[in-house]
């Protein structure tokens, strides 16, 4: 995936629409558009990385959690949240453009169905 054809790039360039909740030089954060809790959010890194196995920075993968925990704190999620980082086609990754899934406003069960 190369990042001209990325959906997730199109929503940065804001070549297609999205509802935006957070956004920043580095990072932008939007409502799934298929949610699966009454929060689902994807914080994504502006910059293309197609997966968590591709982007190199130590410094670069701080910031993005760090910005995950800014994001869920902006959006009031104090009874807690699930974060998942789909990996790939076993980790069932669908948009290959990295990105953390942010879900809350209600429980979420462990092991995930
Ligand atoms: P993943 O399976 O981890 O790659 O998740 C990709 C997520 O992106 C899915 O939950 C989709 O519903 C979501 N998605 C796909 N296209 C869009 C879009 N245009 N706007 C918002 N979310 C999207």
Redo the contacts with the bound molecule.
Sequence with gaps: MDSVSC??CK?VKKE?P?KVVFEDDEFIA?????P?SPV?V?VIPKKHHNNLLEIESTEALGKLMKKVQQVAKELNLNDGFRT???TGDN??????HL?V?VLGGRFHKWPPG
């Design positions: 959906i997730f929503i297609i999205a939007f409502n799934d558009v298929k699966v689902h994807l998942i980082i789909n980790g069932g990754q669908t948009v290959h990105h899934h």
